[in-house]
């Protein structure tokens, strides 16, 4: 089955890059000179994704405002002659047809995902979380994916490898190889807390592409941990009872809502810039002289 549809939670408070976030929304962190959700928006178009939906919350409205169009920056590129910038930003806004829904009260991913049902509809839809860019060189990290929906069970996770001293902070799954970078996963661990939780080193980070019975396990998800609807605890329910694939993706992914991986996106996305590599990889040498 062909997948259109994808959903975008970025309703988030950014706690862990405070104050920044205070009045601005993380999703809207500039990578060299596009922001944070416009790299995830772009990995799903180019995947073949064609309607997309977006769930902030109070204070975000500067993420529907960089996808919409603006006549009075538009008319100044055009009586300037800059083109180049005019068809920069005129192409932001006809990305993908690009829909928004507040998520009015925090209580967990899982909650933000259920305010898309009406969205998805009864389909196969991806999941690319607000915080996390995935810079690939081949296909989008979102399409590795969804080439695999349906191979063993029903939905599909992208997961990488995490340290073992930070696997707590994360999800754990029981996964088994398939096939190159494919496994089955037939369980999982929301944020394990002893030797005896972890299932595996291997966990979901930031897609996933679910099939739209997700919604009615939400429906009835209890709140797990923090007091919140997890996603994964509605996930789990699939995968034990049904399976689920899991890929494990090709891709540097940063984590635009951690101090620490906002500066390696900056820096390693500027190396491969075309109008900063060479300035900053200069700049780099010269600083390393001095440490």
Do not use: W
């Not at 002893?194 to 998800?221: A, G, H, M, N, W």
């Amino acid at each position: 089955m062909k997948i259109t549809k994808a959903v975008i939670p970025a309703a988030g408070f950014g706690t862990r890059v405070l104050p920044a976030t205070k009045s601005f929304p993380k999703e809207m962190f500039p990578i060299v000179d596009k922001p944070t959700i416009q790299y995830i928006v772009e990995e799903a178009v180019n995947a073949g994704i064609t309607d997309i939906l977006i769930i902030t919350t109070r204070g975000k409205g500067l993420i529907a405002d960089h996808f919409d169009r603006s006549p009075e920056l538009e008319h100044i590129l055009e009586k300037s002659g800059k083109t180049e910038f005019l068809n920069i930003v005129k192409d932001i806004a006809d990305l993908a047809n690009i829909n928004f829904i507040r998520q009015k009260e925090m209580k967990g991913l899982g909650h933000a995902i259920l305010k898309a049902k009406s969205f998805v509809g009864n389909e196969p839809f991806a999941v690319l979380f607000g915080d996390g860019v995935i810079i690939s060189k081949e296909k989008p990290a979102i399409q590795q994916l969804m080439e695999h929906y349906g191979e063993f069970g029903e939905g599909v996770v992208g997961v990488k490898k995490v340290a073992e001293s930070e696997i707590h902070k994360y999800g754990s799954l029981k996964v088994e190889n398939l096939h190159d970078n494919v496994f089955k996963c037939t369980d999982m661990k929301e944020k394990p807390q002893t030797k005896e939780e972890v299932l595996s080193l291997y966990s979901i980070l930031d897609r996933c592409v679910l099939p739209p019975e997700i919604f009615e396990i939400l429906e009835r998800t209890k709140p797990g941990v923090g007091g919140e609807i997890q996603l994964t605890d509605a996930m789990r329910e699939i995968a034990v009872t049904k399976g689920m694939t899991a890929v494990e993706f090709e891709g540097t992914r940063y984590d635009m809502g951690n101090k620490f991986g906002i500066l390696q996106a900056q820096i390693e996305v500027g190396l491969e810039h075309p109008e900063t590599k060479d300035q900053l990889r200069a700049y780099i040498k010269e600083l390393a002289e001095k440490l």
